[in-house]
């Protein structure tokens, strides 16, 4: 069972370049969430979807964009990269509850490096 | 506004030497508190969840209490194998049904043979 799965696991970009970073979930998981960490920062989400074709901005929305056409991926996209977003990137998903709530833990990928010049 | 703040942020043990974490909190009305590991170069690794003062949840050497303004993650006779950092996250009522997690700055334990 892959679980999570992010690609590219590294990647080098110049300031200005774009690229996006995909998630991809086999657990048919509505949730779905952005993260990055940085040193000292602890983990900080960018964006999350609720479901399919839903996206929302979390704590650090800017200078990103985010889809979700479907279910199991979920796509983050830097549209003009700066050294600022040089960072590891997580992307988790997590289940709705049988409580009603969403309080299901989030399972995460093994992240995505990256290093912007 | 909500917060979560984990001490130490560094602990070094010797192999046997038991210990804990704390994870401290203040929010508006908690859903769930949990408990991640992580390596170096991986993802956090699910650990426990707790939803009310006074559960407590075991795996193997490490068990997980919860109090209405705390959690701690105690760690019996740690094998150099426990080394990695320790996160401790919070969901809250108002995040509503998005499942949101608001994280500590974790812990990195070090065990030494």
């Known amino acids: 069972n892959a679980g999570v799965t992010q690609t590219p696991k590294f990647r080098v970009l110049k300031t200005g370049q774009s690229m996006t970073l995909l998630c991809a979930q086999d657990m048919n998981h509505e949730y779905m969430y952005w993260y990055r960490q940085d040193p000292g920062m602890g983990l900080r989400l960018i964006h999350y979807s609720v479901g399919e074709g839903t996206t929302a901005k979390g704590e650090v929305p800017d200078g990103y964009n985010v889809s979700r056409l479907k279910k199991q991926n979920f796509l983050l996209g830097l549209e003009s990269a700066a050294p600022s977003q040089t960072s590891v990137y997580f992307c988790?998903?997590?289940?709705?509850?049988?409580?009603?709530?969403?309080?299901?833990?989030?399972?995460f990928g093994d992240g995505t490096r990256l290093s912007i010049l | 506004e909500d917060q979560v703040t984990q001490s130490p942020e560094a602990l070094r043990l010797q192999e046997g030497e038991s210990s804990s974490l704390n994870c401290s909190y203040t929010?508006?009305?908690?859903?769930?508190l949990f408990w991640y590991r992580q390596d170096p170069g991986k993802g956090p690794e699910f650990l426990f969840t707790?939803?009310?003062a006074g559960e407590e949840k075991e795996k193997e050497r490490l068990k997980a209490t919860l109090t209405k303004k705390e959690s701690f993650l105690h760690i019996t006779a740690p094998k150099p194998e426990d080394s990695a950092t320790y996160l401790c996250a919070v969901q809250v009522s108002r995040s509503g049904n998005t499942g949101k997690l608001i994280f500590g700055q974790g812990t990195t334990l070090q065990v030494k043979p």
């Open positions: 988790a998903s997590s289940s709705y509850g049988v409580t009603g709530y969403s309080n299901q833990p989030q399972h």
């Open positions: 929010v508006s009305g908690l859903r769930g």
């Open positions: 707790l939803y009310s």
